[in-house]
């Protein structure tokens, strides 16, 4: 008979990580102010989700490290099991969970979603991940593997809640990052939220290779048929994570909440000259918006951050030519958005703005953003071509 394994249930919180106990268990789980406004404690909360993990032998993480690993057949048991409680926002409460299931270790992340509205986000993106992956195959963004439903005992009032569940990948070393001030007056630059505590700042190359590879992983995303998208993204939901290492930084994209067209009216025509560029256009601006430390006021990335953005987009389509030559060449593409002036540029971006509202506070912050960034993109474009003649 296979022993049980060994389940450790556990709570990240400022000090680190600290295991459930008699005395934290009634603890209230932290609330996004604009999340789900129904309380959890951490010991029924921790419990259920086990409880929905361990039916018929962990079948479902079994098969979860199978897809992982690309194995024949799922491990036969798993030995050793950490639940930890780690995130709160807005739309989801995420679980860190690490697993051992004989010669294989792996970390993945639960979802957990409480309100109509939550469960709806949840079941979209469990879809759009799958067909994301169907589709391109890609390693950066992360891969879904099932959704379920949990049910949440509250024993003080007899009651049962209901929990949407979805596994994904978990980006080991990956953090989140923002706009952030080191001190007043001073330009915002990206803070990377390390694990320990101890928070870096990007430098200037970093920071270009950051959004680098995240306006790659967009434009790699966008389907040059239909010209769908993945969208809408915002860098203050933290839906991008980044990771430093010795070659480099490594980016993810950790959700993707539809995946939908923006210019209609261009896709149904076949112009896929307007659908390009507002794509571009609509990549540049939501490149540069973020809020301040995630949650604070609209916050505005400075013009160098371009660069970076018009380098991914170039070599990810670079990337789509390879497999579909009918499609313009990236020299072709970056000599027609090299043809519009700031003016010109200006009735494409009044319809980006138009299509890709997100949040409607940030539209008059993106109009009075628009002329100036209509400017730096110009500049950018055009030393990029000159660059490229040289």
Partial sequence: MTPPPAVHLLIASPHGIIPLSDNNAGVFLPQDAH?????????????SIHQYLAQDGYRLVLQALQNHFALPE?????????????????????????????????????????????????????????????KFHHPHITRAYFQGEAFYHDARRNALHSMAIMMTE??????????????????????????SGNDRWLDAEETVDLYRLASAILTAGLDTDDFRQIYPWHHAAGDFIIKRERG??????????DYRCLTPDAAASGNKWAAILCFFLNLSLRMRLDRLDGTGDLAWADAACLQGVLDGFLMAWTEKVCRDPSLPSSRNVLEVLG????????????????????????????????????????????????????
């Fill in 35 to 47: 999340g789900d406004l129904r309380p959890l404690r951490y010991g029924p909360y921790l419990q």
């Fill in 248 to 257: 480099g930084l490594s980016v993810k994209l950790i959700t993707a909440r």
């Fill in 74 to 134: 799922p491990p036969p048991a798993v030995d050793h099991l950490e639940i930890i409680s780690e995130k709160h926002g807005a739309l989801y409460h995420v679980i860190h969970l690490n697993v051992r299931a004989g010669e294989q270790t792996a970390s993945f992340a639960l979802n957990i979603a409480l309100s109509r509205e939550q469960k709806a986000f949840l079941l979209s993106d469990f879809a759009v991940l799958n067909e994301l992956h169907l």
């Fill in 170 to 195: 978990w980006f080991e070393d990956h953090h989140e990052f923002h706009l952030s001030l080191e001190k007043s007056g001073a330009r915002a630059r990206i803070k990377v939220w390390e694990s």
């Fill in 339 to 390: 043809s519009f002036d700031p003016d010109e540029w200006m009735a494409v971006g009044e319809m980006a703005l138009e299509q890709g509202v997100v949040e409607q506070e940030e539209i008059p912050f993106l109009r009075m953003c628009l002329r100036e960034h209509l400017k730096d993109l110009v500049t950018t474009i055009q030393r990029t071509k000159s660059e490229q003649v040289q």
